[in-house]
């Protein structure tokens, strides 16, 4: 009972203490944004993970995990976050911080592939099937922060295909 009260209390620290400061409401965003990030610490044990939100073709929200936060000295930051698709200029998404526990850290690691670090080739258009979204958040997963942005007119790269460009230079 104890623990789960400090458990509580540990929570509400970090509910409060997690601040975006990279971007403003309304912002018009690439389609890879370089870098996000705020101040803020977290409850020990629990890591700070990065989420897209967009409506799917029929209309419902969907929550995708792109990075996992770093955060040193009451920092954070993510980089390379993707938003939105190809044909998704001047959509509107909402990124959010999202405080994860150590279980749904550890199961958004195992299956969250990073294919900005990888070696291998981006793939066409609905080849890059690694990406898993979500109709709500896990029950581990707990949004501290967010800003609604709209996504940049204009054919942009993914950051996966500007990793891409990069390597082929």
Known sequence: MIGALIGAANWWVARDAIVITSLEEGSEVPRCLPSFGGTGQ???????????????????????FTRRAVINKGKWHAEKIDVGGENQALSTYAITAVDVDRATDSMLRSTVV???????ETQGKGRDLWRMSFEDYPSGA???ADVTVTRAQGAQSSCNELTDKARQK
Do not use: I, K, Y
Request: glycine share 6%; no cysteine.
């Open 114 to 120: 990073d294919m900005s670090f990888s070696n291998a």
């Open 42 to 64: 977290l409850a020990q044990g629990h890591q700070l993970w990065v989420t897209v939100q967009f409506r799917d073709r029929n209309g419902d929200s969907r929550t995708l």
């Open 142 to 144: 707990h949004p501290l």
